[in-house]
């Protein structure tokens, strides 16, 4: 062992949750060790979130300005493909993580970088790449915040075929002449989109429906969009096999015998939290089993183990792994200080992440977009909600005005016997600026009498919130 540190809190992972989490420790007076094995920052900033958005923008950007008699007329060339990818990498910082870095130390959090491991209680071993060991002892918590690793099917001959994982579709500097793309949920339809839209044809494999965590008619307007532009989707099937022929390319076979091709192939069928080799199971825990309560902690484990983020596989999401972890790094504080005790904290409390339950915010940024939170009827229904929808295409004036021919849908749910709203779903262009005031009527369950008084601003795309209260019956 080259050295052994001491500090207060060690955080497995750094990226936007782990660093969250740490800065919410040291702002709240203790000292944290951040353990980082890749880049300072994570997969958000380099190769998910901010690359798949930067590819997708410029697109839709473009296709707005289509969308405008008058404008259109002005528009008469097509994406600049290598100016696309240019600003994609100014936005993964040319895959640099200086910049976080320096912001790591002016917030007083201590890095050391490599592969890290728990070897006993509030203990860690870190080997860098060169197989330098350091030793980290925590005097009061260990927060896992290794995000989560991609998932693959068992695909008969994938080990054999070289495929892009969504890191390598939101960080490559070519766009493949034809790509085929599996799984049909955010990140495969987001990238699908952009894709297509960069000039590739692009061939959607989809096991059910795309989008199927999303309210049905939304999804459609997204897989309306995708086939007008030219994605071919097949959905309610799967590939038996999947081999590279003579010519190079790859060749994804159908049970009926259809054989789809491809210059690659970009396998987005999911992510489970990388909790895998962190010694979780010398310690008797299970790392496909972990639970933790709302202030991430793992009971299980003793008042020290925490887990936050897309390694806490509650919502696999980065603002929603950033609140977890504000909660988190407040708890744990709070408890250091001895202003709270181990137990669950109180619902909504600022040490409890309570909206994971019943307010997540999320948008498919796609064109057209889609935005939702809370619950969707079923899921209201599941947990026992007596449970009102309403729902109705989005055609108000402000929607008229965005683009000619404005196509989207809008869905309210209510939940009848408190009389407050548990969900929203909005599709269409420009909705994703629609949903934080969704966000802030479920999260506060403001009474629909009291909504009804929330007006919205004449003409804009909100007046689609007036038309649901009208159309509930208000
Ligand atoms: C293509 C794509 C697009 C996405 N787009 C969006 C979006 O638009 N909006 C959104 O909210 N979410 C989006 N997501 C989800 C989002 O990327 C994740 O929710 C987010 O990155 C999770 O952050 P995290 O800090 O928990 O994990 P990560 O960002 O994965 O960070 C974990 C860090 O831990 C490090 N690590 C792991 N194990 C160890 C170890 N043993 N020792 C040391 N370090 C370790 C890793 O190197 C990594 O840097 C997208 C995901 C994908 C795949
Ligand atoms: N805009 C965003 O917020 C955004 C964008 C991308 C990803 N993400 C998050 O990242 C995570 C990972 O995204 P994802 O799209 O990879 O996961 P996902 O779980 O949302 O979708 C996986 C897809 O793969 C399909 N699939 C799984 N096994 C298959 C098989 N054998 N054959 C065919 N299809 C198969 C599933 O049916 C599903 O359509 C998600 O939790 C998502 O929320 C968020």
Known sequence: MAETLETDVIVLGAGAVGENAAARVVQGGLEAILVESALVGGECSYWACMPSKALLRPGTALAEAKAVDGSRQAVTGSLDVPAVLKRRDSFTSGWDDAGQVEWVKETGIGLVRGRARLTGERRVEVRDDAGVRVGIQARHAV?????????????????????????????????????????????????????ARLGSEVTMLVRHGLLEMFPRPAAELVAGALRSEGVEILTGTTADRVFEDASGAVVLALPGGELLYGDRLLMATGRRPALDGLGLEDLGLDPHGISCDD?????????????????????????????????TGAAIAARARGEIGFGEPPRWSRYAATADHAAVPQVVFTDPEVAMVGLRPDQAKERGIRASETSLPISVAGSALFADGYEGWAQMVVDEDRGIPVGFTFAGPGVAELLHAATIAVTGEVPLERLWHAVPAYPTISEIWLRLLEKYGL
């Open 143 to 195: 927060v896992l915040a290794t995000g989560a690793s991609p998932v693959t099917p068992p695909l008969d001959g994938l080990e054999q075929v070289e495929f892009w994982g969504t890191a390598d579709a939101t960080s490559s500097q070519e766009v493949p002449p034809r790509l085929l793309v599996v799984g049909g949920g955010v990140a495969g339809t987001e990238l699908a989109q952009a894709y």
């Open 295 to 327: 202030s991430g902690l793992v009971a299980e484990a003793g008042n020290w183990l925490y887990v936050v983020g897309d390694a806490a596989g509650k919502v696999l999401l980065t603002h929603q792994g950033k609140y977890e972890a504000r909660a």
